[in-house]
């Protein structure tokens, strides 16, 4: 029914209507191709290669619809009981969790026959894409980046700044927070700026989604926050040493600082007296209780 | 010259019979009060033994006294790197156990508890807690070598003795001991009074008794570090630290301390000696074997034309340079030389002075007849007295046995000559030989035989008239409160004014 859908103009117009009203008002819609770009196409490609999730053309083929279906449900459920190619899965993509996407059945089987249209991944390489070429950024976006990034500068729809959830090891940037991932690799492990550009502008992280709902960033501060990004990760492989994650800074650095506390306290005082004199004979001495 | 009057003490050894009458008048008139029942400003010790508290003696343990440094000495246990080092908990203390825990018995028990098959008893209680305590230790728990394991074996006074001497200590037939009462030796160059951060502890300047300021004490418990003698006792009621105070207040009423007062054995004596303080620093400086002999030498003549102007001018009351003339201590200590401090090597100058015990030389079977000496004399040569010239060496003169030698060898020719005198069965020759050899007069040995022997209250104790108008007058105005009610208030009574 979809396709038949998807052919007729008014039907792609519906599909838009439909987008836009979910969209707005998070209503449900079956346009397979609007619920795949909204939810989807940040991290998946359709013909490509793998982005920061895998290229999905042909993806019926490959998989079990029942378990794509409970796979998009809610894949960290798949994971955690014990599924083996939800777990290599998780695995080969850097341990990126899939978020849970809690779609009614429609909508899942609508991106489904979505991406059945799109050609099956065995070679049908007409319908693959160029990769979209890496954008060029300039020191300003760069130094700009990094105002946005530590809070210098305030985002323009005033959402929160990202210190107070990332940290990235750059010379300016000191203490980031803790509650989300250190994002001085990350361009590197989401595989380029586009990645980063798609995660920022439509993140698929529920927690940043929650944050940034009513304050979206705008495309510019995206750009020179991709570029600041990318800035960190080359100046990390030529320039500032890889620093120890905090949690083992902390173990070693307690670790010596005991071991040095105990030496001072025993040079001060370790000639004190340490126990009583007659300590020796009250233990000698038979008890009469 | 700096003169100044000191009061200072002789214990006769010989004649203490350890019934600890002393400890019991000073526990009475001073340390029956909450916080104090551990307390003994004066204890009398069993030799060879650990005394109170256990092996006070050994200052590697307790850390006091002074000991050479350069030129100069310092403080052991204390000072002010020590004292910063320390600040939170001062180290080397004694604790509770290294005294004992001070106990009652709950009489009540015994008139309280219901018939019954069994005895009531009363059974210990500590005076601290309250709670009923087993009791392990007492402040004279190795009495007459009692526990001579733990406690006599272990005297810090061995340390010189090899191990088949300190065996023959312990040999039933052969077995010595002697008391030895200490309180505070009130010392020239006092540990406690250098240590105290409150500045609390002084040394009064009339007569030289050591005092612990109550109102400026701050419990560091500093001089209780400091003091090698441990007779700075710590008052957990009160929070301040208490010593033997010379029993002062009768001082100044003429009366003697109550440990000298009631001493059974009449042991005590108690006068005035004058001493140049200029020297105390090069005396308490000065290499371990002159020890005994530059203390001495820092008491000074009180007939001397020239120390007596200069005390005059220093402001020593001419009743004191007279008390000081007649100083039975002056006579132990400077005339006849039979007196030494305890333990010079802690560096104090000490000013409470022992008469050695002259102890019985060692018994013996020959041909089946008992000797009650090895010799053919009663009282032997002093090489065979039973307790080892190396061991009193250390208690009086630093280790040197021969200062101790000479003072037996006088107070053996003291006895050589009374013998004499009174049974007449002693070769003349050997009595000369014993005398001449030390140097001693007949006269100076009827003298000595009288002052140890016969001496009266009066002679005993020389005890200089307090001149409190004068002492007053030094740290008040009294003139400002002429005309006024008394000498005014130090603090306000109660009931306001």
Redesign the interface.
């Known amino acids: 029914m979809m396709k038949e859908i998807m052919k007729t103009y008014r039907g792609r117009l519906l599909a838009t209507l439909m987008l836009l009203s979910l969209v707005g008002t998070g209503l449900y819609g079956q346009d397979g191709e609007a619920i795949f770009k909204q939810n989807c196409a940040v991290c998946h490609k359709l013909g490509g290669g793998k982005f920061i999730g895998p290229d999905l053309v042909g993806i019926n083929d490959r998989r079990d619809n029942a378990w794509l279906k409970s796979f998009i449900s809610s894949s960290q459920t798949l994971i955690k009981g014990g599924d083996a190619e939800a777990i290599a899965l998780f695995n080969e993509f850097n341990k990126l969790a899939m978020p849970d996407f809690p779609l009614p059945p429609a909508d899942i089987d609508a991106i489904l026959s979505y991406i059945g249209s799109q050609g099956s991944g065995s070679g049908s390489g007409a319908v693959a894409a160029a990769p979209a070429p890496e954008p060029d950024f300039t020191a300003e976006d760069v130094a700009r980046g990094e105002e946005l990034f530590t809070g210098q500068y305030e985002l323009e729809n005033g959402g929160p700044t990202c210190l107070s959830c990332h940290n990235v090891s750059a010379e300016n940037v000191s203490g980031g927070g803790l509650l989300a991932r250190d994002l001085t690799q990350a361009h590197q492990r989401l595989g380029g700026s586009n990645a980063i550009i798609g995660i920022i502008s439509s993140t698929p992280f529920p927690a940043m989604a929650n944050a940034y709902k009513d304050k979206p960033i705008t495309e510019t501060e995206v750009l020179q926050l991709t570029a600041f990004l990318k800035n960190a990760q080359e100046n990390l492989s030529t320039e500032i040493p890889v620093v120890k994650s905090t949690v083992e800074v902390f173990w070693i650095g307690s670790g010596c600082g005991l071991v040095a506390l105990l030496v001072i306290i025993q040079l001060?005082?370790g000639r004190?007296?340490k126990k009583?004199?007659?300590?020796d004979?009250?233990k000698?001495?038979i008890?009469?209780? | 010259m700096d003169v100044r009057s000191q009061v200072a003490m002789v214990f006769h050894l010989d004649k203490c019979i350890g019934c600890h009458t002393c400890s019991i008048a000073c526990k009475n008139v001073w340390t029956d009060r909450r916080g104090a029942e551990y307390m003994w400003w004066n204890n009398v010790e069993t030799k060879p033994g650990t005394g109170y508290p256990t092996r006070w003696e050994d200052q590697e343990v307790y850390k006091g006294g002074w000991e050479a440094s350069g030129n100069s000495i310092s403080l052991k246990g204390a000072g002010k790197l020590k004292g910063l080092k320390n600040i939170f908990h001062n180290p080397h203390l004694p604790v509770l156990e290294d005294y004992y825990e001070p106990w009652t018995y709950k009489y009540q028990d015994l008139f309280t508890a219901p018939e019954g098959d069994d005895q009531p008893t009363a059974r210990p209680v500590s005076l601290i807690t309250g709670e009923e305590v087993e009791v392990q230790s007492g402040p004279n728990w190795d009495d007459d070598l009692g526990g001579s394991p733990d406690y006599a074996r272990h005297d810090v006074n061995f340390k010189d003795l090899s191990a088949a001497e300190q065996e023959s200590l312990f040999q039933l037939e052969r077995m010595t001991f002697h008391y030895l009462p200490r309180i505070c030796n009130h010392c020239l160059n006092p540990a406690c009074v250098a240590s105290c951060p409150s500045a609390a502890i002084y040394k009064r300047g009339e007569d030289g008794v050591v005092l612990i300021n109550q109102e400026r004490c701050r419990a560091w418990r500093m001089c209780v570090t400091a003091c090698p003698y441990k007779k700075s006792y710590y008052n957990w009621n009160t929070g301040k630290s208490e010593k033997c105070i010379l029993c002062y207040p009768r001082l100044e009423s003429g009366q003697a301390p109550a440990c000298m007062h009631s001493c059974v054995g009449r042991i005590r004596y108690l006068g005035v000696l004058l001493y140049d303080a200029d020297k105390i620093q090069q005396v308490a400086s000065c290499a371990e074997k002159d020890l005994v002999d530059s203390q001495l030498d820092i008491y000074l003549d009180p007939f001397d034309e020239k120390v007596i102007r200069q005390a005059e001018k220093n402001g020593v009351a001419a009743s004191t340079i007279t008390a000081a003339q007649k100083s039975p201590v002056y006579k132990y200590v400077k005339e006849w030389g039979i007196a030494l401090p305890l333990h010079p090597e802690f560096r104090t100058v000490p000013n409470l002075f022992y008469v050695p015990p002259l102890l019985p030389a060692m018994a013996s079977v020959q041909d089946g007849v008992y000797n009650e000496s090895s010799s053919e004399y009663l009282w032997g040569g002093i090489e065979t007295s039973r307790l080892p010239m190396k061991y009193l060496a250390s208690l009086f003169t630093a280790g040197d046995e021969e200062k101790v030698k000479e003072v037996m060898k006088k107070l053996m020719a003291v006895r050589f000559h009374r013998r004499n005198e009174t049974v007449g069965d002693m070769e003349v020759e050997r009595i000369e030989k014993a005398m001449s050899e030390v140097g001693m007069s007949k006269e100076m040995a009827d003298e000595i035989f009288r002052l140890t022997s016969l001496a009266t209250f009066d002679e005993r104790f020389v005890i200089p008239p307090a001149h409190r108008e004068e002492s007053i007058e030094m740290i008040e105005a009294t003139a400002d409160v002429k005309g006024e009610t008394g000498f005014g208030f130090k603090d306000k009574p109660a009931r306001g004014l």
Do not use: D, E, H
């Open positions: 001060l005082w004190r007296k009583a004199v007659k300590s004979i009250f000698r001495q008890s009469t209780n």
